[in-house]
C-alpha cells in the first residue's frame, strides 16, 4: 500500500473554507451587543475580573480579589480561566470586553469546526472532514451551549477535544516529534479548560486511544507513544486540576450541590426519547426560551446512511463507526433514569449537574459517523458535482436543523467597561463570587461581607487598600497588591486587624518581622491577624498551598520529561502505519472538497440570513406587547408594581389525591421591575384554605426585576395534591408575593383598583387516591366514630382574634361519621369563650366515607376576641371531648376613643364595620375603626388616592393594623395607612374578602367610602 499523494492546498483556503462553514453560527456573535444567555454575562463579567487579577503580574490568578463583592474568593483555583486568555489578549488588542468575548466565542466555534476537519480527513479524507466540521458546529447541543448557556469554558474544551483526537490519530499512524508534542499540548490545554468535560471526555480520549493503538501496525510502541503522551500531557496540567480536586473542602460547592436538588444529576435524568427531540420553533418576544438539547437528526439520517456502505470502508473505519455508534447509545443510556445507579458510584460524574452534557460527546460521534458516511457517499461519485452535492445537501440540513436555536435576545446593557461593573453586577445578579450558586466561597464565610462597601476603593485604585483605621489604631503607611500588603500601624492597645479579604488557610503574616497567626473573623470569614500595642509593620499575603508547590513542580517535571522524550524520539519512532484508508485514496479530493465545502458555507449563511429577515415558521412571536397568542385567559391580568399575567392552563383539570399536575403560566413585566417578586400558586378549598402550594422566586429560570417588558416568560408549576384530600372541585389562584414588604400585591381589576390578592385561573377536580399518611410522631384522638391526627403543632402563645390552623387527618372507624365537630375555648376555670365548628361534610359529604378512610383536611379557627389567659382548645363531639392545646392568650391594647383633632365621619359597612373618624398627616393616613358584633373571618383593607383625572394615582392593599377578628364591639381601632393625600384629591376606603375577592357593600349602598381631603 502506497501513501495517497494528494494535491497540495494551502492551511489558508481550508482555514476559510471552515470559517465559511461555521458562518451561520457565528452570526449572532457578529452584532457587538451580548446575546441572552444563561451563562454567558457570568463568563463575560469574569474577563474584568480576570484582568484585574493580572495587574500585579499573576499568570494564573488562582484568588482574583474582585470577587464576592471585592474581598475575593479562589475561583480560578477550581474554575479555570484559561478558556478567557483568548478574549483577554483581544481586549488587550483594543476591543472592548463584550466585543472580545463576542469574537472569542466565535473564534472557539472555528476551532471546534477545524479540529473536526481535521479529525475526520486523518480519517476518511477531506469530504469527511467538511460534512464532520458542519455535523458539530450545528450538532443541536453544539449550538446551545454556544449560544443558549454561552458556557464559554465548555464551548472551548469541545472545540480542543476533536483536536486532541486528531493528534492521537497522527501519532499513532506517523509518529513524529511534532506529533508527539501536538498530542501533549492538546491534552493540557483540555484537560484545565471545562472540569466536567475534562471528566466525560477524558473517559473518550481514554477509549479511542486504546481504539487507535490496536488499529496500529505497532501496538506496543503506539501503546507507549500515545499513552506516554497523554500522561506526560495529563502531568502538564496538574499545576490546575491537582489543587482544584485535594482543596474542594476549602470551598462550599458540596454542600451546596447537597443542598440544591436542581442541580443534582440524578434529578434531571429523562426519558431517552428527549434526546431525539425536534427543535422548538424560535420565538423573539419569549425570554429564556426553551430549547431542544438533543441530537440532530440530520446528523443521525447521515450517520444512518454510512452503516451501509460499511462493508466497503476497511475494518478501521467499520470499527470506528461501529464503536462510536455504541457510545452514543451509551451517552444516551446515561442520561436516563436507568443509569441513577451508575451516577451515584462513579467518581467525580456526580458534580455534571445536567446528564445532557454527555450529549456534547455524542454530538462529536456523531460528526465522526456523519464523515464516514459522506466519505462512503462521495466514493460513489463520479463527477465532482455529484461529489459536491453530496456535502452541500447534508450541511444545509444541519444548518436548517439548527436555525431556531440561533435566535437569541439581545442584551445591549451587558458592556463592562471596569472591574467595578464586575462588582455591580455581582450585586445586581446574586451570582456571588461570580459563580451560578456561590459554590466557590471559602467555607469560612458563613455571612456573606457587606456589598458595596468596597466599590468606591475600586472605582479610585487598581490596587485598593484592605485595612482602614479603626478605632483603636490608625494607619500610618500602606503598600497594596492584590493579594499582598506591608501596613504600618500605630495601636492604643492590644488590637485585631482585619483585612478586607477572605480566609484561606494560605494566608501567612509576619509582624515586626515575627510570624504570626491568621485567622477568619466569626460568621464573614476575613483575614484577621493580632498587634500588640504601638507601632507595628504587619506584611501580609497569600502564599501558595503545598499542594500548589507540588502540582507546579509536576507540571515543570512534565516539560521536562517531554524534551527528553523528543531526545530519545529514534527509539520510540517505530514504523509508519497507513494515514489513510486505501479504499478511499482515490476518493480524496482536498481542492473539490474545500470548493463543496465554499459553496454549502455560502448556502449556510444564505440560510442563516433569509432566516432572520424574512417571515417563517421557525421563527415567529407569540407576544406582541398586548396580548399573547393562543392564550386560555379571558384578558391579561394586572398586578400591583408591574407585573401581568397573560395566560394560565391547567395540565389536568381531574386529579387523584396523591398524584400531581401542573400549571404553566405566562408572565411579562408591564414596565420595568425594580423589585424581587414571587408568584404563588394555590390550590384552595372553598373557605380560602390551602391544599398544594408552589412558590418559585425564578419564576421561568429568571429572577422578576430581570424581565423584559416586551417579552414574556413562561413558568411551569408543578402541584402536589397531598394524599388524602377529599374528593371534591378545588380552585387554582395565583397570588404575587413582595418579600420586601412581607404582603401579597394587589390583582387590579380593569379600572385599576385592586380586587384581592387572589387571581382565580382555573378549578380542578380531586378524586379518590392515596389515603393520607399520618406519621408516628402526629398526636392521635378519638372522638366519637372518628379519630383524628393532628399534624402540626398548636402554639404555645396567641393574641386575642388570631387565626390558629389545623392541619388534620380524619380516620373513619365506624359509620357514620359526623358532619362536624365543635371546637370549644375553655379557661382555667372551665368556662367557655365560645365555640366554632370544624366542618367535615364539606367539600367531600361524609355520607360517602367508608370505613378506614383517612382524609386530610384543613382547618381555621380564631381566638375568640375575648379570650384571656391560660386557654385549653377541645374538640367537642355528641359523645366526647378531647383537648387538642393549650396556650397563653394575650389580649392586645384597646383604646374606646377618637384623638379631639380626627375628622369624623361616621360611614358603616354592612357588616358592622364603621369609619368612625379620620386623620391625615403629611404622607399617612390613620382611619378610626369600630365594630358593632364580632367577624369570624379575616378582612383586607384597601386605600385609594384619586387624582384630578379620575384614575387613582395611589393603592395601598394590606391588613388592618390589627385583624378585624380581633376587634370588640365598643372599641376604637386605629389603623395608619402610609400614603399622601394632595389638596383636592379623594381618598377612597374599603374592605376586600380575601378568600372571594369581592368587597364588602356599604350599608348605604356601594363598595367604598369617599374621604375628601380638608
Request: a negative charge.
Amino acid at each position: 500500500m502506497s501513501r495517497f499523494q494528494s494535491p497540495r492546498v494551502g492551511a489558508l483556503p481550508v482555514i476559510a473554507a471552515i470559517v465559511l462553514i461555521c458562518g451561520a453560527a457565528i452570526i449572532p456573535f457578529l452584532h457587538g451587543v451580548m446575546p441572552e444567555t444563561a451563562d454567558g454575562t457570568i463568563h463575560l463579567y469574569r474577563l474584568p475580573i480576570l484582568d484585574h487579577a493580572m495587574q500585579d503580574g499573576s499568570l494564573w490568578p488562582r484568588f482574583p480579589v474582585a470577587t464576592v463583592y471585592g474581598y475575593g474568593s479562589p475561583l480560578f483555583n477550581f474554575y479555570s480561566p484559561l478558556s478567557l486568555y483568548p478574549m483577554h489578549a483581544l481586549h488587550l488588542a483594543g476591543l472592548s470586553y463584550t466585543q472580545a468575548w463576542l469574537f472569542g466565542m466565535a473564534f472557539y466555534i472555528v476551532v471546534a469546526g477545524l479540529g473536526m476537519y481535521l479529525l475526520m480527513t486523518a480519517w476518511a479524507g477531506s469530504f469527511a472532514g467538511v460534512v464532520a466540521a458542519a455535523a458539530y458546529v450545528y450538532a443541536p447541543y453544539f449550538v446551545y451551549d454556544a449560544l443558549w448557556r454561552g458556557t464559554t469554558s465548555e464551548t472551548a474544551a469541545l472545540a480542543i477535544l476533536p483536536w486532541v483526537l486528531w493528534a492521537i490519530k497522527l501519532l499513532a499512524d506517523a509518529p513524529s516529534r511534532q506529533s508527539f508534542v501536538a498530542v501533549v499540548l492538546s491534552t493540557a490545554l483540555f484537560m484545565p479548560m471545562h472540569n466536567i468535560t475534562t471528566v466525560l471526555g477524558g473517559a473518550l480520549i481514554g477509549g479511542y486511544g486504546l481504539f487507535v493503538v490496536a488499529a496500529s501496525r505497532s501496538r506496543r510502541l503506539a501503546l507507549i507513544r500515545v499513552f506516554g503522551a497523554l500522561m506526560l500531557g495529563l502531568l502538564l496540567a496538574a499545576f490546575y486540576w491537582y489543587p482544584a480536586i485535594r482543596e474542594t473542602p476549602n470551598i462550599k460547592i458540596d454542600a451546596i450541590t447537597s443542598a440544591l436538588p436542581d442541580i443534582d444529576v440524578t434529578r434531571n435524568l429523562r426519558s431517552a426519547w428527549e434526546s431525539f427531540a425536534v427543535p422548538v420553533p424560535a420565538d423573539p418576544s419569549r425570554q429564556q426560551a426553551l430549547a431542544a438539547v438533543a441530537l440532530g437528526w440530520p446528523q443521525l439520517l447521515m450517520a444512518a446512511l454510512g452503516i451501509f456502505g460499511l462493508r466497503r470502508m476497511g475494518a478501521r473505519i467499520a470499527w470506528l463507526a461501529i464503536l462510536s455508534a455504541a457510545a452514543i447509545a451509551g451517552t444516551v443510556f446515561m442520561t436516563t433514569p436507568a443509569s441513577e445507579a451508575l451516577w451515584r458510584v462513579l467518581p467525580l460524574i456526580g458534580y455534571t449537574q445536567y446528564p445532557t452534557r454527555l450529549l456534547g460527546l455524542a454530538s462529536l460521534l456523531l460528526g465522526v459517523m456523519a464523515g464516514i458516511s459522506a466519505a462512503a457517499i462521495t466514493s460513489h461519485a463520479v463527477r465532482w458535482n455529484g461529489k459536491v452535492v453530496a456535502v452541500v445537501i447534508p450541511v444545509a440540513a444541519m444548518v436548517l436543523w439548527a436555525l431556531p436555536m440561533t435566535t437569541r435576545t439581545p442584551l445591549p446593557e451587558h458592556q463592562p467597561k471596569s472591574v467595578v461593573d464586575a462588582l455591580d453586577f455581582e450585586v445586581n445578579s446574586g451570582f456571588v463570587g461570580s459563580s451560578s450558586f456561590g459554590e466557590y466561597v471559602p467555607v469560612w464565610t458563613a455571612e456573606f461581607p457587606d456589598q458595596g462597601a468596597l466599590r468606591d476603593r475600586y472605582a479610585a485604585d487598581t490596587f485598593i487598600s484592605r485595612l482602614t483605621d479603626g478605632d483603636t489604631y490608625h494607619v500610618e503607611a500602606a503598600e497594596w497588591r492584590n493579594t499582598w500588603g506591608r501596613v504600618t500601624v500605630e495601636a492604643e492597645r492590644p488590637t485585631t486587624l482585619t483585612f478586607d479579604w477572605l480566609y484561606l488557610p494560605y494566608w501567612q503574616a509576619t509582624v515586626n518581622g515575627e510570624s504570626a497567626d491568621v485567622r477568619p473573623s466569626p460568621e464573614v470569614g476575613l483575614v484577621q491577624v493580632d498587634i500588640e500595642a504601638g507601632r507595628s509593620t504587619v506584611e501580609i499575603g497569600l502564599m501558595p498551598s503545598r499542594t500548589q508547590v507540588i502540582a507546579t513542580i509536576a507540571s515543570a517535571a512534565a516539560i521536562l520529561a517531554t524534551v527528553g522524550v523528543l531526545g530519545l524520539w529514534p527509539i520510540l519512532r517505530g514504523r509508519r502505519a497507513v494515514v489513510y484508508v486505501t479504499r478511499f485514496e482515490a476518493a480524496r479530493d482536498v481542492q473539490r472538497a474545500v470548493a463543496a465545502a465554499v459553496i454549502a458555507g455560502i448556502l449556510g449563511i444564505g440560510i442563516k440570513l433569509a432566516y432572520d429577515l424574512l417571515p417563517n415558521p421557525l421563527r415567529s412571536s407569540r407576544y406582541d406587547g398586548r396580548v399573547l397568542a393562543d392564550a386560555h385567559l379571558g384578558r391579561p391580568v394586572e398586578f400591583a408594581d408591574g407585573l401581568r399575567l397573560l395566560d394560565a392552563q391547567l395540565a389536568d383539570t381531574s386529579v387523584p389525591a396523591g398524584a400531581s399536575t401542573s400549571l404553566t403560566l405566562a408572565w411579562t413585566a408591564a414596565d420595568a421591575v425594580t423589585p424581587k417578586l414571587i408568584p404563588v400558586v394555590r390550590v384552595m378549598d372553598s373557605a380560602g384554605r390551602d391544599i398544594a402550594r408552589s412558590s418559585d422566586d425564578r419564576p421561568g429560570g429568571l429572577e422578576t426585576q430581570h424581565w423584559r417588558p416586551e417579552q414574556y416568560v413562561i413558568q411551569q408549576v408543578a402541584l402536589m395534591v397531598p394524599g388524602g384530600t377529599p374528593p371534591g372541585r378545588y380552585t387554582v389562584g395565583v397570588e404575587v408575593y413582595d418579600p420586601a414588604s412581607g404582603r401579597a400585591l394587589d390583582v387590579l381589576d380593569v379600572a385599576g383598583a385592586p380586587a384581592g390578592v387572589t387571581m382565580t385561573v382555573g378549578e380542578v377536580e380531586v378524586t379518590r387516591g392515596e389515603s393520607a399518611p399520618v406519621p408516628e410522631s402526629a398526636g392521635v384522638y378519638d372522638l366519637d366514630t372518628v379519630s383524628v391526627a393532628i399534624l402540626n403543632d398548636m402554639p404555645e402563645t396567641a393574641t386575642s382574634g388570631d387565626t390558629i390552623v389545623i392541619d388534620a387527618v380524619w380516620t373513619v372507624n365506624v359509620l357514620p361519621a359526623p358532619p362536624a365537630i365543635r371546637v370549644e375555648w375553655r379557661a382555667e376555670s372551665g368556662d367557655s369563650f365560645g365555640d366554632s365548628t370544624l366542618t367535615l361534610d364539606h367539600p367531600f359529604p361524609v355520607t360517602q366515607w367508608r370505613i378506614g378512610d383517612r382524609w386530610r383536611l384543613t382547618h381555621s379557627i380564631v381566638v375568640p376576641p375575648h379570650a384571656v389567659g391560660r386557654v385549653s382548645v377541645m374538640l367537642v363531639g355528641e359523645r366526647s371531648s378531647v383537648e387538642i392545646g393549650t396556650l397563653q392568650v394575650s389580649a392586645p391594647t384597646r383604646v374606646h376613643s377618637m384623638p379631639p383633632d380626627a375628622i369624623s365621619d361616621g360611614v358603616e359597612w354592612a357588616n358592622g364595620i364603621a369609619l368612625e373618624g379620620y386623620q391625615v398627616s403629611g404622607g399617612a393616613v390613620t382611619f378610626y375603626w369600630s365594630n358593632s358584633g364580632i367577624l369570624r373571618s379575616g378582612l383586607r383593607r384597601f386605600a385609594q388616592v384619586i387624582g384630578e383625572s379620575g384614575v387613582p394615582r395611589v393603592i395601598v392593599d394590606g391588613s388592618p393594623a390589627r385583624a378585624v377578628t380581633s376587634w370588640l364591639p365598643g372599641e376604637i381601632v386605629p389603623d395608619t395607612v402610609e400614603l399622601e393625600v394632595q389638596a383636592g384629591e379623594e381618598l377612597r376606603v374599603g374592605w376586600v374578602d380575601p378568600i372571594t375577592g369581592n368587597r364588602v357593600e356599604l350599608a348605604a349602598g356601594g363598595d367604598f367610602a369617599a374621604v375628601t381631603r380638608h
